[in-house]
T-cell receptor
């Protein structure tokens, strides 16, 4: 069965700092990769996704992520965070071929201090 | 138009009650899901349905019974509610039953269930 690890559980940054959130997955085959954001009290929103092609994908709100196949990683980055980026961030995978279900990481809480 | 819609958005109820959460998708997808987000924000799949047929049941107590009257609807009925059922429940849908390139899930806005 697939699994997703997010090693940073709680990250605190000052505004304008750069962000990198780690995500590693465990699965023997090909996967589709996603990052979701959940603002306080809100629902899940898709930040970006990767299916194939250029391993560097750009999403909304200035976020990007890089898929490194050899490391089974899909880290999320943003050059300069804003207070409004304070939220919970979830990495997720959907394996190809088997019954499709989204497996989420445990989430990273990002707190941006003005 | 909202692609995946859930009702109600908030639900507060007493222990022992029976309640339902409704979900509808207008994307023409064949597959629908229920996910549970607990107090620690951990998201886990509960059920998936494909064309009204149960595909995945992830060891959920049998007090939880999904019902799919048609492929656009997947409702979640919960009997004898317990304090531990308090969580946010997300409905989702996807184009494919089996993961393929371009497969993704579309999530509803969630239902925050509070059992008192």
């Amino acid at each position: 069965a697939q699994s997703v690890s997010q090693h940073n559980h709680h990250v605190i940054l000052s505004e304008a700092a750069s962000l990198e959130l780690g995500c590693n997955y465990s699965y023997g085959g090909t996967v589709n990769l996603f990052w979701y954001v959940q603002y306080p009290g809100q629902h899940l929103q898709l930040l970006l996704k990767y299916f194939s092609g250029d391993p560097l994908v750009k999403g909304i709100k200035g976020f990007e992520a890089e898929f490194i196949k050899s490391k089974f990683s899909f880290n999320l980055r943003k050059p300069s965070v804003q207070w409004s980026d304070t939220a919970e961030y979830f990495c997720a995978v959907i394996p190809r071929g088997g019954y499709q279900k989204v497996t989420f990481g445990t989430g990273t809480k990002l707190q941006v201090i003005p | 138009d909202t692609a995946v819609s859930q009702t109600p958005k908030y639900l507060v109820t007493q222990m022992g009650n029976d309640k339902s959460i409704k979900c509808e998708q207008n994307l023409g997808h064949d597959t629908m899901y229920w996910y549970k987000q607990d107090s620690k924000k951990f998201l886990k799949i509960m059920f998936s349905y494909n064309n009204k047929e149960l595909i995945i049941n992830e060891t959920v107590p049998n007090r939880f019974s999904p019902k799919s009257p048609d492929k656009a609807h997947l409702n979640l009925h919960i009997n004898s509610l317990e304090l531990g059922d308090s969580a946010v429940y997300f409905c989702a849908s996807s184009q494919e039953l089996r993961g393929a390139e371009n497969t993704e899930a579309f999530f509803g806005q969630g239902t925050r269930l509070t059992v008192v």
